[in-house]
C-alpha cells in the first residue's frame, strides 16, 4: 500500500511535467473517465494543479474538473517522453494524460474519477488538511484530541485510522512508536498527554523526512552508516524496527520482536526493552 509520502511524491513528479501545461491527449480505460472527456475535452484544457490529499492523487483541470485516483496496493503513475518506451506492459494502462512534451501513464490504478472540482472533498471523504501529516495546515492538537479519543484501542491501530491521522501507513506506524518509545499494544487511555504530542510530532517528523527529494520507495527512518538505494532489498536496512525481525535493536541490542496485531491484522514490529508497557507487562512477539 503506498503511504501517503509516496503519494506526495508522485504529485509533486507529475506535477513538474503536467501544471500550467496544455492537455493534447487525453485516453483511459475506465468508460466513466472518457465519457466525462467526451462531455469536456480534457484536450485545451490547462492542468492546474496536482495534489496530494490522504491516499488520493488529484490533478485539477482548468475546465473546472477533477481526476482523482488511489493506487490501493497496485497502482503506480510513471512520467515518459514522447516516443520513449514505458516500462510496464500496455495492457495495464488504465489513464493516460499527454502535452507537448510529456505523456503520464496510470498504470493499473485500480480507482479513479472524474469530479468537479468544488466537489471532490465530500464525494472522496478526503480528511480535512488539519490532519494530514503533510499539509502545512496540519493542526498537532487537533489529531492529538482525536487519538485521544480512541481510548480503549491500541496505539498502534489509532495511528492507522485514516480519520485520525491521515498519510501514516503501516510501516511508519511501527517507526513511530519505536522513536517515541511507546508500546504499540498500549492502550490509548494508558497513554498521557506528553506521550500523545510526542507520538504526533514524531508522526509528522518522520513521515515529511521521506518526502525529501532524493528519497526512494522504501521508508527511511535510519539513517545509519548504510547508504540507502531505492533497490536495497533488505525493507528493514533503512528503519529502526520495521522488517527487522529478530535483529538486534539498533538502541539497547534486544532482539526486535514482530506480531500480527489489531482488527485488520496488520504486522507490527517493536523493541519489548526500549518500548515497555505502562504496567511493566510482556507481549509476545
Ligand atoms: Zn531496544
Not at 473517465?33 to 480534457?42: G, H
Not at 535483529?247 to 514490529?269: L, M, S
Request: aromatic fraction near 8%; glycine fraction near 8%; proline fraction near 5%.
Amino acid at each position: 500500500m503506498p503511504e501517503g509520502d509516496t503519494i506526495f511524491r508522485t504529485a509533486r513528479a507529475l506535477g513538474r511535467v503536467l501544471v500550467a501545461r496544455p492537455v493534447t491527449g487525453f485516453r483511459s480505460t475506465y468508460p466513466m473517465l472518457t465519457r466525462f472527456d467526451d462531455d469536456t475535452p480534457l484536450a485545451g484544457q490547462t492542468v492546474e494543479r496536482v495534489e496530494p490529499r490522504g491516499k488520493w492523487l488529484l490533478i485539477h483541470f482548468s475546465g473546472g474538473g477533477t481526476l482523482a485516483t488511489h493506487m490501493l496496493m497496485s497502482g503506480s503513475w510513471h512520467i515518459y517522453r514522447h516516443g520513449e518506451r514505458w516500462q510496464q506492459p500496455r495492457a495495464n494502462m488504465r489513464i493516460v494524460l499527454e502535452n507537448s512534451e510529456y505523456i503520464a501513464v496510470g498504470f493499473r490504478v485500480p480507482v479513479a474519477k472524474m469530479l468537479r472540482t468544488r466537489e471532490v472533498e465530500r464525494a472522496l471523504r478526503i480528511p480535512p488538511q488539519a490532519i494530514d501529516v503533510l499539509s502545512q495546515e496540519f493542526n498537532a492538537v487537533e489529531v492529538g484530541r482525536r487519538i485521544a479519543a480512541h481510548g480503549g484501542e491500541e496505539i498502534a491501530d489509532v495511528l492507522l485510522h485514516q480519520e485520525v491521522i491521515a498519510g501514516v501507513g503501516n510501516e511508519f506506524k511501527s517507526e513511530i512508536c519505536f522513536v517515541a518509545a511507546t508500546s504499540p499494544f498500549c492502550k490509548v487511555a494508558d497513554l498521557d498527554a506528553e506521550t500523545i504530542a510526542l507520538l504526533v510530532a514524531t508522526a509528522r517528523k518522520l513521515v515529511k523526512a521521506n518526502v525529501l527529494e532524493d528519497s526512494g520507495d522504501l521508508i527511511v527512518t535510519y539513517a545509519g552508516t548504510q547508504r540507502r538505494t531505492t533497490h536495497e532489498s533488505n525493507p528493514g536496512a533503512s528503519t529502526w524496527v520495521y522488517g527487522r525481525r529478530d535483529e538486534p535493536c539498533r538502541k539497547c541490542g534486544e532482539r526486535i520482536r514482530r506480531r500480527i496485531q489489531g482488527p485488520d491484522a496488520r504486522v507490527t514490529f517493536w523493541c519489548g526493552r526500549c518500548q515497555p508497557m505502562p504496567d511493566g507487562s510482556d507481549v509476545d512477539g
